[in-house]
């Protein structure tokens, strides 16, 4: 029996080599993989596939310092804030057709008030694939996996019924995890950004820690009720990246993404981030965030954040 599945083996290795032709591999200088058909070897003008390699990594971290002395409007608001931002992102393509990125963006932000309460502000993580096959000159088809959580716990600072302090769980850890997935066609402007159009695309929201619900008149949370731990959607997405730089200091990044489910309205979520790096190691950013989801809110959330502090890339 075990000659038998050998024998297959080998008859679909064969196959495959008979079918797209026997490959040579050879490593040259910068990251880059050249592969080439055995069956081009002879002919000098055909030219290798060469994959290349490339990868960045980012790290910033900023300060800020609040001290009010004999303030009557914030009394007891010392405090510290401390906001650290990690984005590290890889590309595998090559000189005809493929592309491969993948990129994680780490957001989390620190309060420490000098009256002994500190808080999680900011928490915010992203972990992006996407693998574009180019079809025209700037037209590809492309596919794309989006995946968005936090780390720790979150909470809000309230008080019970004999006034003490008390905290309330907000979220968490994969609480929610926001999982998105399409695919479709990207159209790319050289030197700018792109577009993509998500023709089909699916969102699970998933819930981890039901402690969420716990908070009394919460029946839904992030769209899940409260029965459950995920949701499914089905619909379209809508998507818009702007990545330019300009004067070798000024870079303007823009995440522009709308889902629109079948039967539900559109969720939109847009991050403008202008970075201007004015030393080597010395970085000021100015951050955006606008956030639409009917079952969170019926309001658009806005967030905006000013910072300035010491940023490093390898």
């Known amino acids: 029996?075990?000659?038998?599945?050998?024998?297959?083996?080998i008859g679909v290795v064969c196959?495959?080599?008979?079918?797209?032709?026997?490959a040579a591999q050879e490593l040259v200088l910068g990251d880059t993989l050249s592969l080439m058909k055995f069956s081009d070897r002879k002919n000098p003008s055909a030219s290798p596939i060469r994959l290349r390699f490339t990868q960045e990594l980012e790290y910033s971290l900023t300060f800020s310092n609040l001290i009010f002395i004999n303030w009557q409007q914030e009394k007891n608001a010392n405090q510290i804030t401390l906001l650290q931002n990690l984005q590290y992102r890889s590309k595998l393509d090559n000189d005809r057709n493929f592309k491969l990125i993948n990129q994680f963006v780490h957001n989390l932000g620190m309060q420490f008030f000098f009256d002994s309460i500190n808080k999680?502000?900011?928490?915010?993580?992203t972990l992006e694939t996407r693998l574009e096959f180019k079809a025209a000159k700037n037209l590809?088809?492309?596919?794309?996996s989006l995946l968005t959580t936090r780390f720790f716990n979150g909470f809000d600072n309230s008080v019970d019924d004999q006034n003490q302090p008390?905290?309330?769980?907000?979220?968490?850890?994969l609480t929610p995890m926001i999982w998105m997935i399409s695919t479709g066609i990207a159209w790319e402007w050289p030197s700018f950004g792109s577009i993509n159009l998500g023709i089909s695309s699916a969102k699970l929201t998933y819930i981890r820690d039901s402690k969420v619900f716990n908070t009394p008149g919460i029946t839904a949370f992030y769209g899940v009720p409260k029965d459950r731990r995920s949701v499914f959607d089905y619909g379209w997405t809508l998507r818009l990246l702007i990545d330019k730089v300009f004067l070798k200091r000024v870079h303007w990044t823009c995440d522009f993404l709308v889902f629109q489910n079948f039967h539900e309205s559109v969720d939109l979520n847009v991050r403008n981030l202008l970075n201007i790096r004015i030393t080597k190691f010395l970085k000021t950013n100015i951050q955006t965030r606008l956030f639409y989801q009917e079952?969170?809110?019926?309001?658009?959330?806005?967030?905006?954040?000013?910072?300035?502090g010491f940023s490093i890339t390898l």
């Open 1 to 9: 029996m075990r000659k038998y599945w050998v024998v297959v083996g």
């Open 15 to 22: 196959a495959c080599f008979s079918a797209y032709g026997l």
């Open 120 to 125: 999680i502000q900011l928490d915010d993580n």
């Open 140 to 144: 590809s088809f492309s596919l794309t």
């Open 166 to 173: 008390i905290k309330i769980l907000t979220s968490s850890f």
């Open 295 to 308: 079952q969170v809110s019926k309001q658009v959330q806005l967030e905006n954040l000013v910072s300035i």
